[in-house]
């Protein structure tokens, strides 16, 4: 698939800002005022910014508003309403915190659930796709709902937690690639089948269909070399997960130190969501017969 920067980044900032929010909504840290103000600034802004980056994706972002209406089939839209709802809940804890010094504690548990709905909604649009055999596995949902969960205990500070978490992320997906580099071969997925010719034999290209790149061809189908991957692979494993752990349980934790952390989950972060899509094979590349 196309890794489109601004699908990068909604999935990558909304998942932390939902992820910081879950914490915050359960009272980690414990924090009123200004401080309170600060981390919930910071949730939104991830969130909210996540979620205004992906309508940059919409061929017609003006009717962006109208996806909100398809709740009942459709996974974005559901999205929407579930992030909808927790931006709205989630505010009126903030707002307990930051002006009255009030803990609504039910309030709070509240947004913290509906925070990881919203995130696995965000999954599950593209678990969803059994054209996608590396995302239509059961691991595409745990393995969001992880980087929502440690990302958001790193930002929240919550040392000891962050580090199990990130450990926990770093060797799930490790198993998302190993378990993903197999799915399309056990999907039965093949050039017969794309083109519905294999009661004839065996198929090959004799001519591409069309004359250029069209719209399948740029959004579908992107080819990553194997040693290029296995590289970035490596990088995502070591500054998403292995770096902050080690950093984490090892040395004495300062605010300069905690942004290092931060910075290079971040590095991994992106550059793990980058492969997401990059190394997601869509079936219409084999009627192009390009894999």
């Not at 309170?36 to 205004?52: E, I, P, Q």
């Not at 089948?193 to 290209?205: E, F, N, P, S």
């Not at 550059?271 to 590349?285: D, I, K, N, P």
Request: net charge positive; proline share 4%; charged share 10%.
């Amino acid at each position: 698939m196309n890794p489109a920067p601004s699908v990068i980044i909604f999935t990558a900032l909304s998942g932390l800002g939902f992820g910081l929010m879950f914490w915050l909504g359960f009272g980690f840290p414990h924090v009123s005022g200004w401080t309170a103000l600060g981390y919930f600034f910071l949730a939104y802004a991830l969130a909210v910014g996540g979620l205004l980056a992906s309508t940059l994706h919409l061929g017609n972002p003006q009717r962006a508003m109208k996806a909100f209406s398809q709740w009942r089939t459709s996974w974005l839209s559901r999205e929407g309403v579930a992030a909808v709802i927790t931006l709205l809940v989630m505010g009126i804890y903030a707002a307990g915190l930051i002006f009255f010094d009030k803990h609504l504690d039910a309030v709070g548990w509240l947004a913290s659930v509906l925070s990881l709905v919203t995130v696995f909604t965000t999954s599950k649009i593209y678990n969803q796709l059994k054209t996608v055999p590396r995302w239509n596995m059961p691991l595409t949902p745990v393995l969001f709902l992880t980087y929502a969960l440690a990302g958001g205990a790193l930002l929240s500070g919550q040392i000891q937690a962050s580090a199990i978490l990130l450990l926990v992320l770093t060797v799930l997906q490790l198993a998302v690639w190993q378990t993903g580099d197999r799915a399309f071969a056990q999907a039965g997925f093949t050039i017969e089948t794309a083109t519905g010719l294999g009661d004839l034999g065996a198929v090959r290209m004799l001519e591409s269909p069309h004359s250029s790149p069209n719209y399948l061809m740029h959004e579908m189908v992107h080819i990553v070399g194997r040693k290029h991957a296995l590289k970035l692979r490596a990088i995502a494993a070591v500054t998403l997960g292995i770096f902050p752990v080690a950093v984490l349980l090892f040395l004495p934790v300062s605010a300069l130190l905690l942004m290092v952390v931060v910075a290079s989950h971040l590095i991994g972060l992106f550059t793990s969501r980058w492969l997401f899509f990059a190394e997601a094979e869509h079936v219409v590349g084999l009627y192009y017969d390009q894999r």
